[in-house]
C-alpha cells in the first residue's frame, strides 16, 4: 500500500470518526490496531493516537473539516511538505496536549485562527511557507512553553506588538518575509534565550532596540537584511558576543563599520551589503578568524583593502564589490586558499594581478573583479582556476594576448574578458570550454579570424565578438545545423568580416539578438531571415555592402523588437509583411536605395519608438487616413529626412504622436530603450551627426527635412509638448511661424532654416528656456529680432539669408532704434552697414550729402 493509500485511509477514518464518534475501550484498541499499520500514525499506551506523522507524503486536498476532538492526546501533528491549501481550522485550538505542530511548506491561506493560542502546552510550531494572511494573533502570547516559533515566508501583518508578552523559553523566532511594518517588536527584547532571530525581509524601520543588544546576549544568529532600519550601528552590537552569524544587510545603515566588531570573535558571517556605510573596512576585521563570509559590497567604503584580511584564512567568501576602494591588492590575500568566490567589481583598484593569487586560489569557483583599472597582462597561472564557473574580467586595462591556458578552465560557464585592450588572436583552446554558457570578449582588439572551434561550444547561450579586428568569414561551424543550437545572442558587429551571410544562420532556431553591422559583409540578406525563427528580438545589419531586397516572409507571431538595416544599398520597396511584427520598437531603414511611397502600414504598430527613413528614395505626398484613430501611438523619433516627399507636412500625424507628450523623465535613473544592445542609432541632433550609443527613453525629435514639404507649419505642433528636436529645413514651407512653437517647454534644438517662411519671429520662442540651437536663415522673415531669454545667446548665423530682419545680433538696426541715432555728421565709423532705406547703403547717402539727400536717393535707386 502506497503512502498516499494509507493517508487516505487514514482521512477516510477520521471522516467516520467524525460521524460516528466512539468512546468505548473497544473502540480505542480497534482504532489503535488500525492505525498502527500506518506509517507515520503513532498510539499512547492507553491506545490513543498520539503522534501524526504525515509528512512529504505529496498529500493535497484540504483539513478544515478534521474533527480534531476525536484526537484529544494527540501531541505531534507533522504535515510538512504537502499540498494542503484553505483554512487553519478553528477547531486546531481543541488539541489542547499537542507539543509540536508543522504544517509549514504546504498551500494554506486565510488567516490564523486566535483559538490557536489555546494551545499552551506548544514547544515547537511552524507555518513556514504558506499563503498566510492578516494579523498575527495575539492570542499567540499564550504560548508560555513555546521553544520554536516559525511563521516566516506568508503575508502576515503586524499586530498590536505590546498585548503579546515575551516568551521566557524562546530559542528560536523566525518572521522573516512577510508584510511587518512600524518599529520593531518590542516583545523581542525580552525573550532572553534567544538564539536565533530572523526578521528579514520585511518593512520593519527605525534603529536597532539598544535593549535588544543589552538583553539577548545568547543570541548566535541575528538577520535583519532587506528592512528599512537606519542609523549608525550601536557600539553595544559587541554585546553580542556569541553572534556567529550577523546579517544587516539591504537596510539604510549609515556611519562607520566598527572597528570593535572584532569582539565578536566566533563570527562566521558578516553581511552588510547594500547601506550607506563609508570610511575605512576596518584592520580589526583580520581578527575574526572563523569568518567565512565577509560581504560588504553596494556601500560607500572608500579605502584601500587592509593588508590584514589576508589573516581570515577561513573565508571563502569575500565581497566588496560597488565600494569606492582603490590601491592594489594585498598580497597577503594570496593566503586565502579557501576562498571559493571573490567579488571586487566597481572599484577602483588598479595594478597587476600577482601569479601568486591565481596558485593560491585554485578552490575559486567565482572570480569577479570586472569594472576597475586592473592592468598588465594576464598570467598564466589563471590555468590553475580549474574550478571556476565564472570569471569576469571585463572593464580593465588588461592587455597583451588571451593566454590560451585559458583552454584547461573547462569548468566555465561564463567568461567575459570585454572591454580590455587584449590583442593578438583568439586562442583555439577556447574550443575546450564545452560548458560555456557565455563568452564575451566585445571591445578588445583582437585580429585574426574567429576561431572555428567555437563551433563546438554546443552549450554556448551568448556569443559576443563585437568591436574587435576580426576578419575572414563567418565561420560555417557557427550557422551549421546541429551546432549552437541554443545560441540566443550572436553579436559580431563592428570588426572586419567579409564575405556573405550564410543562409545556414536561419537554422539557429533559438537565436533572438543578430547583430552583424559594421563589417564589409557584402551579397543580399538571406530571405530566410524573415521568418526563420519566431524568437528573433534584434536584426541589426547596419554599415555593411548588403544589396538586393529587404526579406519579405515576415509572419504572424513575429517577435522582432528592433530592425537597423541602415548604410546598405539595398533596393526595391518595403516588405508590408513587416506589420506582422507587433513588437517592432526600432524601424531604422536610413542611408539606402529603397523606392517607395510613405509606409502608412506602420502608423499602426502599437510599440514603435523610432522610425527613421532618411537618404532613401521615397517619393510622394503623405496623407494619412482621417478615419485612423490610431497613428504612431509611441513614436518618439521621426526620421524621414533627405527623401523626396511632397504635399503639405502630415499634419494628422504630427498633431497625434502621443509618445511626444507628456514623457516623464526618471531623473534618478534614466532609462534607455533596449533597442541597441550596445549599438548605436544616427541621428541629427542639433545640427550635428550623433550616433547614440544607447537611446535615452525620453529622447523625442521630428526630422523632416530636404524633402519638397509645401505649405503651413501647422500650430497643432505645439501640442507636443515633450518635444526636444524639430528639423523642417530645406523645403519650401510658406506662412509664418506658428507661435505655439514657444509652448514647447523642452525644445532644445529648432531648425527651420532654408524655407520660404514670412512674418516675424513670434515672441513666444523666448519662453523656450531649453534651447541651445536655433536656425531660422535663408527665409523671408521680417521685422524684429525677439529679445530675451536664450535669445541672447544666438549669434547671427542663425538669422542670414533673411535681409528685413533687424535687432541684435545683426547689424541692421530697427525703425525704433533709428529715432534715436545721432546727427548724420555723428555717425559712426562703420558705414558699409546692412540696409537703411530698402536696400541702399549708408554710402548712398553720403553721396548725396552734399547736394541734397533726395539727389542721393535717386542715384541709389540706379546703383541698386
Known sequence: MTTSQRAFLFFLHVFLLTLFPFNTASSARIE????????????????????????????????ENLDFNSFPNLTTLNLNGNN??????????????????????????????????????????????????????????????????????NFLETPDWSRIPSFPLLKHLSFYNNELHLGFPGFISGCLNLTFLDLSVNHLMGPVPESLLNNLVKLEHLNLTANSFEGPLSANLTKLSKLKDLRLANNFFTGYILDSISLISDLRILELFNNSFQGNIPASLGQLRSLERLDLRMNSLNSTIPYEIGQCTNLSYLALAQNLITGSLPLSLSNLTNLHELGLSDNSLSGEISPYFLSNWTKLTSLQIQNNSFTGELPSEIGKLTNLSYLYLCKNAFSGSIPPVIGNLRNLLRLDLSINHFSGEIPPTIG??????????????????????????????????????????????????????????????????????????????????????????????????????????????????????????????????????????????????????????????????????????????????????????????????????????????????????????????????????????????????????????????????????????????????SNFFHGNIPSSIGGLNSLRYLNFSHNRLTGGIPPSLGDIPALESLDLSSNLLAGEIPWQLTRLTFLEVLNLSMNHLIGPIPQGGQFLTFDKSSYIGNPELCGNPILKKCEDDKKRQPALSALPEEVDGYVILDGMKWQVVLMGYGCGAVVGIILGLFLF
Not at 36 to 47: P, Q
Request: negative net charge.
Open 432 to 705: 575546450n570550454l564545452t560548458k560555456l554558457l557565455i563568452l564575451q570578449l566585445f571591445s578588445n582588439n583582437l585580429t585574426g579570424t574567429i576561431p572555428p572551434v567555437i563551433g563546438d561550444l554546443l552549450s554556448l547561450e551568448v556569443l559576443d565578438l563585437s568591436t574587435n579586428h576580426l576578419s575572414g568569414q563567418l565561420p560555417e561551424s557557427i550557422s551549421t545545423l546541429g551546432n549552437l543550437s541554443n545560441l540566443s545572442v550572436l553579436q559580431l558587429n563592428s570588426n572586419k568580416l567579409s564575405g556573405t551571410i550564410p543562409a545556414s544562420i536561419c537554422n539557429l532556431s533559438f537565436l533572438e539578438y543578430l547583430l552583424l553591422s559594421n563589417n564589409t559583409l557584402e551579397g543580399s540578406i538571406p530571405e530566410c531571415l524573415g521568418n526563420f525563427s519566431n524568437a528573433l528580438k534584434l536584426l541589426h545589419l547596419k554599415a555593411n555592402h548588403l544589396q538586393g531586397l529587404i526579406p519579405s516572409g515576415f509572419t504572424e507571431g513575429c517577435a522582432l523588437q528592433s530592425l537597423n538595416l541602415n548604410g546598405n544599398q539595398l533596393e526595391g520597396t518595403l516588405p508590408q509583411s513587416l506589420v506582422h511584427c507587433q513588437n517592432l520598437e526600432v524601424f531604422d531603414l536610413g542611408n539606402n536605395k529603397i523606392q517607395d511611397s510613405f509606409p502608412f502600414w506602420a502608423e499602426t504598430l502599437p510599440q514603435l519608438q523610432v522610425l527613421v527613413l532618411k537618404s532613401n528614395r521615397f517619393h510622394g505626398a503623405i496623407n494619412p487616413s482621417k478615419a485612423a484613430k490610431l497613428t504612431f501611438p509611441t513614436l518618439q523619433i521621426f526620421d524621414i529626412s533627405y527623401n523626396e516627399f511632397t504635399g503639405p507636412l502630415p499634419t494628422l500625424y504630427l498633431k497625434n504622436l502621443k509618445g511626444m507628450i507628456n514623457v516623464k523623465e526618471n531623473t534618478s535613473e534614466p532609462g534607455y530603450w533596449n533597442s541597441g544592445y550596445r549599438e548605436s542609432t544616427t541621428i541629427i541632433v542639433k545640427g550635428l551627426e550623433r550616433q547614440l550609443e544607447r537611446i535615452l527613453k525620453t529622447l523625442t525629435t521630428i526630422d523632416l527635412s
Open 32 to 63: 489503535a490496531e488500525a492505525l498502527l499499520r500506518w506509517t507515520g500514525i503513532r498510539c499512547n499506551t492507553i491506545g490513543s493516537v498520539s503522534q501524526i506523522d504525515l509528512s512529504d507524503a505529496s498529500l493535497s486536498g484540504t483539513i
Open 84 to 153: 494542503f491549501s484553505g483554512l487553519i481550522p478553528s477547531g486546531i485550538g481543541s488539541l489542547s496536549r499537542l507539543v509540536f505542530l508543522d504544517l509549514s511548506n504546504n498551500l494554506l491561506e486565510g488567516s490564523i485562527p486566535p483559538e490557536i493560542g489555546n494551545l499552551t502546552e506548544i514547544q515547537y510550531i511552524s507555518l513556514h511557507n504558506n499563503n498566510l494572511a492578516g494579523e498575527i494573533p495575539y492570542q499567540i502570547g499564550n504560548f508560555r512553553k513555546v521553544e520554536y516559533l516559525d511563521f516566516g515566508s
